[in-house]
């Protein structure tokens, strides 16, 4: 099914960011009530923002990586 909306983010060096943005995100996309998917794109990280992208997306069918 093709999703209602979609987000994309393109995340650099972002780790000590990106749970807080993706509860916040689920919090609010949960609440329209229409499907969803959230596309992030790594611009070349040097930290553990892909790493800990994959363990979120694991978890949360709407996270693309």
Not at 26 to 34: D, S, V
Not at 54 to 59: K, V
Request: neutral net charge; aromatic residues 8%; charged residues 30%.
């Amino acid at each position: 099914m093709k999703p209602y909306l979609s987000v994309v983010i393109p995340v650099f060096n972002e780790e000590g960011n990106i749970p807080a943005l993706c509860s916040r995100l689920a919090k609010t996309l949960n609440g329209i009530g229409k499907d969803y998917e959230v596309i992030f794109v790594d611009d070349g990280s040097r930290d553990k923002s892909f790493v800990l992208l994959e363990q979120l997306a694991r978890g949360d069918k709407h996270l693309k990586l």
